[in-house]
């Protein structure tokens, strides 16, 4: 009878840490859904989609290049 009470103590403590586990799990997923949200408003508001963003970022690299290129032009070399 003691081991039958042991097994059932046991599968309660094991009950409630996957109910602990769950617990976490959803809040986590929950907040990964919050941050894709703000990330996806913020990409709208950028005119840019999860597509596009990649070419998106190789346009504003170049033009940074080239920004910086005419900006190093201006500065006298032999000062």
């Known amino acids: 009878m003691t081991e039958i009470k042991a097994r059932i103590e046991q ?9 602990n586990a769950k617990t976490v799990a959803e809040t986590q ?6 941050q894709l949200a703000e990330v996806e408003e913020k990409m709208t508001e950028a005119g840019v989609t999860a597509e596009t963003i990649s070419d ?17 032009r201006l500065i006298p070399q032999d000062v």
């Open 56 to 72: 998106q970022i190789e346009v504003i690299e170049t033009k940074i290049q080239q920004d910086l290129t005419k900006v190093e």
């Open 11 to 19: 599968a309660k403590t094991n009950l409630r840490k996957a109910e």
């Open 29 to 34: 997923k929950e907040n990964a859904e919050q």
